[in-house]
């Protein structure tokens, strides 16, 4: 088999996960809607979780078929992914203005997700069924937190990784059946999806001699980025800079404790890639968001452009690092 023809499984793979991802998005919300389930709630959970599906699945087709460094690899370098180039760019495009309450509490939350990671693997190089077991109680505890907000009347648009609401939700209320068919279907395309990539991945690694773990941390972390960069671009430009930044801390908080919570819940994953340079890539990044996030509740356009140049460096030094 050529590399040509794995790239192309790659690209597929992509393509299947991202509109299996909306379709099971569209479904769900429709579904919801039909019982009658409150927008925010929607938002907040069937949205929010529709669009964290490609990692998730991504990252537990990866952890059973053995390669944990690819699944990890794949949240380590969307999380970065996210800080760094989606954050970075969607500032240059135009300044985004940040609600107290996401410095106050939506980016410390991510800060933690990310030091507890960094120092569960960091430790003894595995993600077992204790440390998803924490992780996922860590999820049930951040959405509670999200839900209590919501019933308290906080703004909607800290919602998690909820994205473009107007656009996720179908234009036309569809019937209970033809929901759940979506559903189904766009669930179906996750699953083959996923498979093709992580297969299309993995075997360009091995062809190239580039490890599971460079391939994670870059080509599987950038293809499943792809909706929160769209959704975020977009939002920045209509001038919803707070749908933006939640978008991507909703993401990074759900891609620690949701999907490597729950895939380790499954699976449990021993990893060996991923280095302390990039956990601390992992920390470091949201730590930087943060202290830019406090100068009058803004990222401007320069401190988006040193996001950026810092994401463009570090995947020179992985690339150096491949050779």
Known sequence: MTTFYFLLLIVAGAVLVLKGADWLTDGAVA????MQISQIVIGLTVVALGTSAPEFCVSLVSALKGTADLAVGNVVGSN???TLLIVGVAAMVAPMSILPLTVRRDVPVAIVASVVLSVM???DGDVSRWDAAILFVGFLLFMWMMLRGAKN???????PDSGDSSSDTPKKKLGVWAALGLLLLGLACLVLGSNL???????VAQQLG??????????????TSLPELATSVVAARKGNSAIAIGNVLGSNVMNILLILGGAGLICPMAVKGITTVDFAMLTGSVL???????????VARWEGAVLAALFLGYMAWLLVQSV
């Open 31 to 34: 579904l919801a809607e039909r």
């Open 288 to 298: 930087l968001l943060w202290l830019f996030c406090r100068t009058k509740f803004t």
């Open 121 to 123: 693997v960091l430790l």
């Open 153 to 159: 009347g906080e703004a909607a648009e800290n919602a």
């Open 210 to 223: 580039v490890s599971e773990a460079v391939i994670g941390l870059t080509i599987v972390a950038g293809g």
């Open 80 to 82: 970065i992914f996210n």
């Open 197 to 203: 990539f992580v297969d299309g991945a993995t075997s």
